[in-house]
């Protein structure tokens, strides 16, 4: 039997109408990055295990996919297990007793045998391995656009893929917070020129360690701040829950709730001040919002709110944070999203090197603008402005040497390739695909040099000659 063709969970085929809508917001996006003087960036797709492992928190690192090991990674495993047991030099409880069956090794001691590579989780960490290995080479503060695929092995629902793509800005090197307020103006412009209205959400990770603080419970920062990032997702009440199973008392709770519901107003920010007990962290992050604000000022396109709810749940980040969430439609979840981190470049040997960045969820803008219908209509399946039609073979070669004239002056241009096919047929392919305007040759037309050119989409024809078809479909 043939085999059912299929293509792994959570990943997805782009069709060329697809390709072409992603293309133009990639386009806008790129072009805002560019103007606010952001250079390109590459990183590979797959990257050292242990760049990745232990900078997204536990739950990130559950979600790296990773790559296995070349050769007969397996028979190595059972090796080293071996000698483990039988060497005291070798620790004998780094792998677990082998007896022949699977059950008995631990996968998570087992890894390095297993893999040693995995795709990568986002870019800013790429990003930060990449910035301390060309430390000598780059001017600071480096600002860098990154627009690549990333993979996470979530689970997959409507507006959450494993494969997708982030559009990253970051600026490293540089404490100045009008960084954060040049990032603002990125998003506000993008999304004004996409056509999304947005609410562009701000917090700053020092409230969230003023409360853990205040909770009298430091050492669960990273505990609070994960549960926090699930409120929109599963609820208070969920949240509650896991706060308790992280060893919270019912008062810190409760004074985590008091600060959760607070209003998105900087009218809030007395009232968070008391609930987070006005001690350094809270003084720090107030400083540092109440700066960022003023760079920004009120001639936003989109509505800027502060959101003491916002954590984002990577555990990198430690001051301000922010995250785009589309107004209208049905996806409600994040479209946008970044912050600053002060101590990533340090765990590769680089410290005291400051960062903050955004990203761009390309995969959910697109699926919030055709819930919207925004693509503009210009937006074709094929880049194709003229196709040539003819009746004989005698026709083709004429249409192919005219073709070959009209993409010397950087008009695309094709010809249909089939001498079968009738000409209404070929008219037919050329709707099919969007392309604007057919060329009918046939003998008259090759008599005397002059085309029958037809605008598919006005269904008005004229005769034209060479020079004047190019200028029709040039104007």
């Not at 600071?140 to 689970?155: E, G, H, L, N, T």
């Not at 994040?334 to 005291?352: C, H, K, Q, V």
Request: aromatic share 10%; charged share 25%.
């Amino acid at each position: 039997m043939a085999q059912k063709p299929s293509i792994p969970q959570g990943t997805r085929d782009f069709g060329p109408k697809e390709v072409q809508r992603r293309k133009y917001i990639l386009q806008i996006i790129e072009s805002v990055f560019k103007k606010s003087g952001f250079m390109p960036l590459e990183t590979p797709s797959m990257e050292n295990l242990s760049t990745l492992t232990g900078k997204y928190g536990d739950e990130g690192d559950q979600l790296l996919f990773k790559i296995l090991n070349s050769g007969d990674y397996f028979k190595k495993l059972i090796e080293y297990n071996e000698k483990a047991l039988g060497h005291e030099e070798l620790d004998p409880t780094f792998l677990p007793s082998f007896s022949g069956k699977l059950s008995d090794l631990d996968s998570k001691r087992s890894l390095s045998f297993i893999a040693e590579k995995g795709l990568r989780y986002d870019l800013t960490v790429p990003f930060a391995r990449y910035v301390v290995m060309n430390r000598n080479q780059i001017s600071f503060p480096f600002k860098r656009y990154q627009m690549q695929p990333v993979w996470r092995a979530d689970r997959p629902q409507k507006g959450r893929y494993r494969e997708f793509w982030q559009c990253d800005a970051d600026v490293v090197g540089s404490n100045s917070l009008l960084n954060e307020a040049e990032l603002i103006r990125i998003y506000d412009e993008a999304f004004a020129l996409l056509g999304i209205p947005v609410f562009i959400k701000m917090n700053n990770r020092k409230f969230l360690t003023a409360l853990a603080e205040a909770c009298g419970a430091p050492e669960l920062i990273g505990a609070i701040t994960v549960a926090i990032d699930k409120l929109d997702k599963i609820g208070i009440e969920k949240v509650e829950e896991e706060l308790k199973e992280k060893g919270l008392t019912s008062n810190q709770i409760e004074k985590i709730k008091a600060y959760l519901l607070l209003p998105k107003s900087t009218n809030s920010l007395k009232d968070l001040g008391e609930i987070c007990g006005n001690n350094e962290a809270f003084q720090k992050g107030l400083e540092e919002v109440n700066t960022i604000l003023d760079f920004t000022g009120g001639d936003l396109n989109n509505q800027l709110e502060l959101d003491f709810s916002l954590a984002r749940g990577l555990s990198y980040y430690t001051g301000a944070i922010f995250e785009v969430v589309a107004i209208s439609g049905t996806l409600k979840s994040s479209i946008g999203g970044g912050g600053r981190y002060d101590n990533l470049t340090g765990i590769f040997g680089l410290p005291d090197v400051s960062g903050v960045g955004i990203s761009f969820g390309l995969d959910r803008i697109y699926d919030v603008m055709e819930e919207a219908k925004l693509f503009p209509e210009t937006i074709r399946n094929s880049p194709t402005k003229i196709i040539f039609c003819h009746f004989d073979e005698k026709g083709r070669k004429f249409a192919y040497d005219t073709c070959l004239k009209i993409r010397k002056e950087n008009i695309a241009a094709e010809v249909f390739p089939d001498i079968t096919k009738k000409i209404g047929k070929q008219l037919d392919y050329a709707n099919s695909l969007g392309i604007p305007y057919v060329a009918i040759i046939g003998d008259d037309e090759m008599r005397d040099q002059i085309f029958s050119l037809k605008n598919l989409e006005t269904g008005i024809q004229q005769k034209v000659s060479l020079v004047e078809l190019i200028n029709t479909i040039q104007s």
